[in-house]
């Protein structure tokens, strides 16, 4: 009798040290391994302005408050209409446009002058043509009106502008799949292009004419060679015939713009640019001439054409491919006048290569 007492004793004894033990496991601390498995709290990585960072809050200093920069932009409440247009193309078109970034463009106002834009821009690299009809279906839904001089087109590429109140964008495109074929027109294979929509606000009429942007700028045009571009009023010497061992041109101020015919002249200017060109991405020893020269590219906002340009100190290079002949820019703050037997310097240009650049337009004839 005492015996079987013991046994029930021990086997009891047993089953509370199981239970005992479990309990203790279950609300004892935990290993590193052990809390790393446990579920993290909705809320729990706020910073210190409590912004939660697990559901893409992030502090916004200009507006004072949380947000999400892919709902909402982070910046002046003046570009929220540009934002806003520019979000509801990028939802419509999932997965083809970037996200916003900041983006200057240039728009004709009435009178045939031109200002400089500081707005917004998405991008789509490698679309199609239904990407962009899918944007430019969005400005025809919503309200907004084409506008006919800012519109131009050309054979590897075009532009449209449109206008809703304050509110104007620019809608680009140019293809990319492309074949030179000699002493024939540039081919374009398929409709594979990058796509970039700009908006922004127009300026005001005190700030339109008083000088601001390129609003005093003069226009070029070239019914010989069918093409026009703006330039700053202080250039000189524009207009004049020049020549080079590629073909004809005109200056410009202090670039010369050479037209390029010749199918065999064509590839030759093609190749010197890229010798430039290529200085960019794989940059000269240190010790070389051309190190000093400290190559860059130029973000040229133009989808109309296609234009390549490197910046280098003292001025550049662009290379402008058209249908039926190429031009080959040379740019350079100094430029050696034949007559005078003498270098000038009309202006240096700075920046304004760029929207030297961004302004030039084929004519529908010539391309």
């Given at each position: 009798?005492?015996?079987?007492?013991?046994?029930l004793t021990v086997i009891l004894l047993a089953l509370g040290i199981?239970?005992?033990?479990?309990?203790?496991?279950?609300?004892?601390?935990?290993?590193?391994?052990?809390?790393?498995?446990?579920?993290?709290?909705?809320?729990?990585?706020?910073?210190?302005?409590?912004?939660?960072?697990?559901?893409?809050?992030?502090?916004?200093?200009?507006?004072?408050?949380?947000?999400?920069?892919?709902?909402?932009?982070?910046?002046?409440?003046?570009?929220?209409?540009?934002?806003?247009?520019?979000?509801?193309?990028?939802?419509?078109?999932?997965?083809?446009?970037?996200?916003?970034?900041?983006?200057?463009?240039?728009?004709?106002?009435?009178?045939?002058?031109?200002?400089?834009?500081?707005?917004?821009?998405?991008?789509?690299?490698?679309?199609?043509?239904?990407?962009?009809?899918?944007?430019?279906?969005?400005?025809?839904?919503?309200?907004?009106?084409?506008?006919?001089?800012?519109?131009?087109?050309?054979?590897?590429?075009?532009?449209?502008?449109?206008?809703?109140?304050?509110?104007?964008?620019?809608?680009?495109?140019?293809?990319?799949?492309?074949?030179?074929?000699?002493?024939?027109?540039?081919?374009?294979?398929?409709?594979?292009?990058?796509?970039?929509?700009?908006?922004?606000n127009l300026p005001t009429q005190s700030s339109s004419t008083s000088?601001?942007?390129?609003?005093?700028?003069?226009?070029?045009?070239?019914?010989?060679?069918?093409?026009?571009?703006?330039?700053?009023?202080?250039?000189?010497?524009?207009?004049?015939?020049?020549?080079?061992?590629?073909?004809?041109?005109?200056?410009?101020?202090?670039?010369?713009?050479?037209?390029?015919?010749?199918?065999?002249?064509?590839?030759?200017?093609?190749?010197?640019?890229?010798?430039?060109?290529?200085?960019?991405?794989?940059?000269?020893?240190?010790?070389?001439?051309?190190?000093?020269?400290?190559?860059?590219?130029?973000?040229?906002?133009?989808?109309?054409?296609?234009?390549?340009?490197?910046?280098?100190?003292?001025?550049?290079?662009?290379?402008i491919e058209g249908n039926s002949y190429d031009i080959f820019v040379?740019?350079?703050?100094?430029?050696?006048?034949?007559?005078?037997?003498?270098?000038?310097?009309?202006?240096?240009?700075?920046?304004?290569?760029?929207?030297?650049?961004?302004?030039?337009?084929?004519?529908?004839?010539?391309?």
């Open positions: 009798m005492n015996k079987g007492f013991s046994s199981v239970v005992v033990g479990s309990a203790v496991w279950y609300f004892g601390p935990r290993t590193v391994s052990q809390q790393a498995e446990q579920p993290l709290i909705a809320g729990g990585d706020k910073d210190a302005h409590g912004c939660i960072g697990s559901a893409g809050y992030q502090w916004c200093e200009v507006k004072q408050k949380c947000l999400r920069t892919w709902e909402e932009y982070c910046g002046s409440s003046d570009l929220d209409p540009a934002f806003n247009v520019l979000t509801a193309i990028r939802n419509n078109d999932t997965g083809v446009f970037g996200y916003t970034t900041s983006s200057a463009f240039e728009w004709r106002l009435e009178g045939n002058t031109m200002t400089t834009i500081q707005g917004l821009a998405i991008t789509a690299t490698g679309a199609h043509g239904n990407d962009y009809k899918l944007a430019e279906s969005y400005f025809k839904d919503n309200g907004f009106a084409a506008s006919l001089p800012n519109e131009a087109g050309g054979p590897t590429g075009g532009l449209q502008g449109y206008q809703k109140g304050n509110v104007v964008c620019v809608l680009g495109f140019a293809y990319t799949d492309l074949a030179r074929v000699p002493n024939a027109p540039i081919q374009v294979n398929s409709d594979m292009q990058n796509i970039t929509v700009s908006c922004g000088g601001i942007g390129i609003s005093d700028w003069k226009t070029y045009t070239s019914t010989q060679f069918g093409f026009s571009l703006r330039y700053p009023p202080t250039f000189t010497h524009v207009g004049e015939s020049v020549s080079n061992e590629f073909g004809e041109g005109i200056r410009i101020g202090p670039a010369v713009f050479v037209i390029v015919t010749d199918a065999a002249k064509r590839v030759q200017a093609k190749q010197e640019f890229d010798q430039s060109y290529n200085l960019i991405k794989n940059p000269p020893a240190p010790s070389s001439e051309e190190a000093s020269l400290i190559y860059s590219e130029i973000p040229v906002n133009n989808p109309s054409v296609s234009i390549h340009d490197v910046k280098f100190k003292g001025g550049f290079y662009a290379f040379d740019g350079d703050s100094y430029t050696f006048d034949s007559k005078a037997n003498n270098y000038f310097n009309t202006r240096p240009l700075g920046n304004d290569e760029i929207t030297l650049l961004s302004t030039f337009r084929f004519s529908s004839s010539a391309q």
